[in-house]
């Protein structure tokens, strides 16, 4: 039961460019959305998160838009650098259930010099 | 001085053998999990700990048996390897409820081969 679909798989961007992925979720007790990032070799790390009583947050080139009645979110990285070249994943929770994240399939990103 | 420590990190091994993963974390969080992470890269968790209680158990074969010594220990036992059980193995850790963060703090994996 796939409960947070991830799209696109994988995205290949040029440098300087916009970078987009997008999420959806099926349970509206989810109130917790947090986004990973993962380079090769190394766990999953955060990168910015949002709860739904906002439907935008940004950090630095980083931002994440929310969709509730869509129950949408997506992460747009403006101005990608080959650095951000990673797997990217969008998760969800219920902060009552202790940090239990469900996870997207995650997006392999290539930012191209 | 590693927030989440897991050995070892390459396992390489025979279908029917048993091995363990090991965790630790010094971060003081009173949570930890288990995730299994296929070649797909697909994050599925398997198990969590809350100061030594199991409080989940996804549906895992019961040849993988966790241990939790103490809340900063958290192991990971399998028994009978199978081919399928090729993967990578991340420990994790974070607080608890009561306005936490929802950040878990990841391990660098345990990448485990069955031959």
């Known amino acids: 039961q796939q409960q947070v679909k991830q799209s696109p798989q994988s995205l290949i961007v040029q440098k300087g460019g916009i970078s987009i992925i997008n999420c959806a979720y099926e349970?509206?007790?989810?109130?917790?959305f947090p986004w990973y990032q993962q380079f090769p070799g190394k766990g999953p790390a955060l990168l910015i998160a949002i709860r739904p009583d906002v439907s935008e947050k940004k950090e630095g080139r980083f931002t994440i838009s929310f969709n509730k009645s869509a129950k949408q979110f997506s992460l747009h990285i403006m101005d990608s650098q080959p650095g951000d070249s990673a797997t990217y994943f969008c998760?969800?929770?219920?902060?009552?259930?202790?940090?239990?994240?469900?996870f997207g399939e995650g997006t392999q990103l290539t930012v191209n010099p | 001085d590693t927030a989440v420590s897991q050995t070892p990190k390459y396992l390489v091994t025979q279908m029917g053998n048993d091995k363990s993963i090991k965790c630790e974390q010094n971060l003081g969080h009173d949570t930890m999990y288990w995730y299994k992470q296929d070649s797909k890269k697909f994050l599925k968790i398997m198990f969590s700990y809350n100061n030594k209680e199991l409080i989940i158990n996804e549906t895992v074969p019961n040849r993988f048996s966790p241990k939790s010594p103490d809340k900063a220990h958290l192991n990971l036992h399998i028994n009978s390897l199978e081919l399928g059980d090729s993967a990578v193995y991340f420990c994790a850790s974070s607080l608890w409820g009561g306005g936490n963060t929802g950040e878990l703090f990841f391990g660098e994996g345990s990448r485990l081969t069955v031959l």
């Open positions: 349970n509206t007790a989810f109130d917790y």
């Open positions: 998760a969800a929770t219920e902060e009552t259930s202790g940090s239990r994240l469900t």
